[in-house]
């Protein structure tokens, strides 16, 4: 069985997720200065408009279409299965993050801002997802649930 991606038939700009990505990145570590967890509960918010269909209010997507235009990127379509993994992923993390901060558990802030921090730099500087291969195992070990 070949490695892949989680395919829903739906194209994106890869360019434009890279420039949220940035973003999220700024915004997580903006969180690590100044402890703000209000950053952290908006990042949420974000991503939860650009996963249900309103990206035209997110702050995010629209900062990025600006710097795409201003720049002159040219688009990359890509399937959007992977990269809507990837943003649940997020969600999931700033949760967490979420979550650790109001317990007190410094530890466990660092260590998942850590891991969370690395994989959104894999994806803005190679464009590699670790989603796709979280996916890849997943569907190895628990085939009945992705069918």
């Known amino acids: 069985m070949a490695q892949q991606c989680p395919l829903i038939f739906r194209q994106i ?4 997720v890279r420039i949220n990505t940035f973003f ?5 570590v903006a969180y690590l200065f100044t402890n703000a967890l209000s950053l952290l509960l908006l990042l949420i918010i974000d991503f939860l408009l650009r996963l249900y269909g309103y990206k035209h209010v997110s702050p995010i997507q629209n900062l990025s279409l600006m710097i795409q235009k201003k720049f002159s990127i040219p688009s990359k379509m890509e399937d959007a299965g992977a990269k809507r993994l990837a943003a ?3 969600v999931g993390f700033t949760i967490a993050l979420v979550i650790f901060d109001i317990a007190g558990i410094k530890l466990a802030v660092d260590g998942i801002a850590a891991v969370y921090l690395f994989c959104a730099s894999l994806e803005l500087l190679f464009g590699y997802c670790i989603a796709c291969k979280i996916y890849y195992i997943a569907k190895k070990v628990y085939p009945q649930g992705f069918r």
Not at 13 to 16: E, G, L, Q, S
């Open 13 to 16: 700009d890869a360019n434009i």
């Open 24 to 28: 999220v990145i700024s915004v997580v």
């Open 88 to 90: 649940f992923f997020g």
